[in-house]
């Protein structure tokens, strides 16, 4: 079946201009995850979502950086007033269930000029 | 201190040799543990996860040693397309929350 997508997968925009960038889980994992991957890091966690629970905001770097999902389907992650440090890949993985494998999408490649 | 440390690498090994990666996590209560690979440029990928008990999955061993909190992966008879980077990730709780390590890169040369 479709696996995790993510638009746009590039996205180029001016310091201080607000992105929203998009995750499509695979169908019926109940777990969502955004992370970021600045040039040769890590995965950092920015957020969790399972099912209808209070999201785990505990990896969010700012009060700009901020996500949604809706039920078990699409989650959108905006960052306000982006800064050159917000440059890196943001990666979203969905999972059955929470500790169940995470699958990921291909990223988006976020650039601030 | 991270809480996953990788020694980044990169590791230059010939066609068919033997490779060992390491990995240490500083967090005692972490539950499950993880080898994610990772192409040039792409999203990680499972590779395999870490049991006690070791697991093997063709060419690749994985080992944990929950004592000294490390976490280790054997490569045997390296091939061309074994060339990425190799994510040692931890999970600490029951979210599913991911903590990554740096990653080693390996290039096998012919």
């Known amino acids: 079946g479709a696996g995790v997508s993510q638009s746009p997968s590039n996205k180029v925009t001016e310091k201080g201009k607000d992105v929203e960038l998009r995750c499509d889980p695979i169908?019926?994992?109940?777990?969502l995850y955004w992370y970021r991957q600045r040039l040769g890091q890590g995965l950092e966690f920015l957020i969790y979502f399972q099912g209808n629970s209070a999201p785990d905001k505990s990896g969010l770097p700012s009060d700009r950086f901020s996500a949604e999902r809706t039920g078990e389907s699409v989650s959108t992650l905006t960052i306000q007033r982006t800064q050159q440090e917000d440059s890196a890949v943001y990666l979203c993985?969905?999972?059955?269930?929470?500790?169940?494998?995470?699958?990921f999408g291909p990223g988006t490649r976020l650039t601030v000029l | 201190r991270k809480e996953v440390e990788q020694d980044p690498g990169p590791f230059n090994v010939p066609e068919g040799a033997t490779v060992a990666f390491n990995c240490t996590y500083s967090?005692?209560?972490?539950?499950?543990f993880f080898w994610y690979r990772q192409d040039c440029r792409k999203e990680p990928k499972l590779l395999m996860s870490?049991?006690?008990s070791g697991n093997e999955d063709g060419r690749f061993t994985a080992q944990l040693n929950r004592a000294s909190q490390y976490i280790s992966l054997l490569i045997r008879d390296s091939k061309l397309s074994d060339s990425a980077t190799y994510l040692c990730v931890v999970n600490t709780g029951n979210t599913g929350k991911l903590i990554f390590g740096q990653g080693t890169t390996l290039q096998v040369k012919p």
């Open positions: 993985a969905s999972s059955g269930w929470a500790g169940d494998t995470q699958y």
């Open positions: 870490v049991y006690s």
């Open positions: 967090n005692s209560a972490s539950q499950s």
């Open positions: 169908s019926g994992h109940t777990a």
